[in-house]
């Protein structure tokens, strides 16, 4: 079988005031990448862009965001994403920087690097706490996560080919 | 990025270097199988006027004739192919036809008639051809090479006939052509003229342009190093110095100008004088050969030089570049070759095609 | 006597660093005053204009420009040639005026250009 092959981008969005995150939209994102390539890659970068260009999925409280391109030249998007630096949404702008965490050919592998990466996150989380509450928290959050890790290990680690097209 | 953005079509450089004096140098076979010479300079360095006996050689040159409008069945009448055609000094090409678009007719010394004529041409004539080397998937050009020296095609033969009939009734094939003909002792052209003349036509000579350059940097060359290292530049950083020699190109650049950081290659010295040395027209190989001969005689009294350059430039629309291999156009259509004569005559030569292009020989 | 020089061939396939371009420019109202910088200016906005600010940083030498007849001599890397090539073929105005770039010659080998078979002029 014949099928078009993808890279998803798997980026983190960082923003000084996380307060801020909560404004990010789809459409803004979109229009940051879009701009960024043709500004380092010209007319041509942007036209190869746009063949299944899309951005899957915003998390506006953590910050995460999806995008998909053709796997043939995501290097174009790659390299575009440091130029970017700032959103805007509704006529605000917000300074940030997009950083790029993970490639990979599925959502779903994608998925599990994040849920991978957000553990290793909370690990580090623990010795900055400032105080008991917090610390709990973070506890807590660990331990949940942990526990869902033990259900899902035996899950083999392959790469599959599951497709959301 | 894009990698199908960073290819390029290939070119071949072939280097050579010999000795003048060995028995087993092939130089002149090199410069005979060259057949269609567009253009040849010289560049002598520490020089400042054109020596009187290399002068002497190009005026020796053969004269050239332009012709309008010459069926192509015209060479191939009885008297015209016996005296002319096959008396192994004729050259003959179509001239203003581009290789890649137009039918190109070429004659070679050796007897061939070589076409190289686009599909519908080559369907309507029904002679035996090749397709082209350099076409796509889809065929659009033949290469048509009859041996006029073969048996079968003596005046009478059933083959003759039948490329007579083709080139006269089926397609008549006429074009402009670029004649030359090296006279020999017994043949003085006396055929070739009653030809030319029931044409219009014009009689050109060679033209010589000199140019003396001035403070200029030229690189080092030994002529034991045909690599190129530390001490003597390689290939083409020499063949690139030529090129900006000859066009007046400034090699005298910051590395941090905006416009060019073009440099003579390393290690140079500056070059008081120097002359440049132009011939363009129909040129034979035969002609190239002698001045190649005066050439070596340079270095028999002392000069300030160790070396001399001449490059000889072909037709980018010839059919054939050496002997029979086949020439394309693409990009270019370049096939030159140039010579670096030493003063204990050793020698370099160079020969260079683009991508439509055998290799040389 | 002294020995002779041994024999020797190279095969060099590919070897060329550069391609050199003559490059002629073409503007709708007939000749005007164009200088060896503006002209290079001018191809840089075109290959900014189709690959980018990453474009825009390729490296190229305008090796040599005649005003008199807006023909210029380019040398570029082998790598950046279709790009060159393609950004010039698609500039069509310069400072508001219509104009084309015209490609005369191209080789991997500077001494080619110094002359052009197809050129070659009688009468």
């Known amino acids: 079988m014949v099928r078009f092959k993808s890279r998803y981008l798997l980026c983190e969005v960082c923003v000084e005031n996380r307060s801020s995150l909560l404004l990010l939209e789809e459409k803004s994102i979109y229009l940051a990448v879009k701009a960024a390539v043709a500004r380092a890659h010209g007319d041509y970068g942007s036209a190869l862009l746009i063949v299944s260009y899309a951005v899957k999925y915003v998390n506006a409280h953590t910050g995460i965001v999806l995008i998909r391109c053709r796997k043939s030249h995501y290097r174009i998007i790659c390299s575009a994403l440091p130029f970017i630096n700032s959103l805007e949404n509704r006529g605000q702008k917000v300074p940030c920087f997009l950083n790029c965490l993970h490639v990979g050919g599925t959502i779903r592998t994608c998925q599990k690097f994040l849920v991978k990466y957000s553990t290793q996150q909370l690990h580090r989380m623990l010795p900055q706490c400032k105080n008991e509450a917090e610390r709990d928290e973070v506890r807590s959050a660990v331990l949940s996560c942990s526990l869902g890790k033990e259900r899902d290990v035996e899950e083999d680690e392959m790469e599959d080919d599951w497709e959301d097209e | ?361 | 006597m002294e020995d002779l020089a041994a024999f020797e061939r190279l095969v060099c396939k590919n070897a060329s660093d550069f391609h050199y371009m003559k490059i002629c420019l073409v503007l709708e109202k007939g000749r005007r005053n164009v200088e060896a910088a503006q002209f290079k200016q001018l191809m840089i906005s075109g290959l900014r204009q189709l690959y980018g600010e990453v474009g825009a940083a390729l490296p190229f030498d305008v090796l040599k420009f005649d005003p008199s007849t807006l023909t210029g001599m380019v040398r570029v890397c082998n790598s950046s040639l279709v790009k060159l090539w393609s950004a010039i073929t698609l500039i069509g105005s310069y400072q508001n005026e219509l104009c084309a770039f015209r490609v005369t010659q191209v080789s991997p080998f500077l001494i080619a250009l110094s002359g052009n078979s197809r050129k070659l002029e009688l009468d």
């Open chain 2, 1 to 361: 990025m894009s990698p199908e953005l960073e290819r390029c079509s290939r070119n071949l450089l072939i280097c050579e270097k010999s000795n003048f004096r060995d028995e087993r140098a092939r130089y002149d076979i090199h410069v005979s199988k060259h057949f269609f010479n567009y253009k040849l300079s010289m560049v002598i360095p520490e020089c400042a006027s054109l020596p009187a006996c290399i002068a002497g050689v190009i005026q020796t040159f053969s004269s050239y004739y332009r012709v309008r409008d010459l069926p192509v069945y015209k060479f191939l009448q009885e008297d015209i192919l016996q005296k002319v055609v096959k008396n192994g000094h004729f050259y003959a090409l179509s001239y203003n036809t581009r290789i890649d678009e137009d039918n190109t007719i070429a004659f070679l010394p050796s007897g061939h008639l070589i076409m190289s004529v686009n599909k519908d041409t080559y369907e309507q004539l029904g002679l035996e051809g090749k397709p082209s080397q350099y076409t796509h998937r889809k065929v659009q050009r033949y290469v048509v090479n009859v041996d006029l020296t073969d048996k079968s095609m003596t005046p009478g033969a059933k083959t003759y006939q039948r490329l007579i009939t083709s080139l006269k009734e089926w397609v008549p094939l006429k074009s402009d052509f670029l004649i030359s003909m090296k006279m020999t002792a017994e043949d003085d052209g006396g055929a070739l003229q009653t030809l030319l003349s029931q044409y219009s036509f014009e009689e050109y000579r060679p033209t010589l342009q000199t140019h003396t350059l001035k403070e200029t940097p030229c690189p080092s060359l030994h002529s034991s190093n045909l690599h190129g290292d530390e001490k003597s530049c390689d290939a083409h950083r020499f063949l690139e110095w030529l090129g900006a020699v000859s066009m007046d190109i400034s090699c005298n650049n910051e590395a941090s100008s905006f416009l060019s950081t073009y440099v003579c290659p390393e290690p140079w010295s500056s070059m008081s004088q120097g002359l440049l040395c132009t011939v363009t027209g129909f040129l034979i190989p035969e002609d190239i050969h002698s001045l190649l001969l005066e050439l070596r005689h340079y270095f028999d009294q002392p000069k300030f030089t160790s070396w001399l350059s001449i490059t000889v430039h072909g037709f980018a629309d010839s059919p054939v570049s050496w002997g029979m291999t086949e020439h394309g156009f693409l990009k270019g259509g370049e096939n030159f070759y140039n010579f670096v004569c030493f003063e204990n005559q050793d020698y370099w030569l160079h020969m260079a095609t683009g991508s439509h292009d055998g290799c040389p020989p």
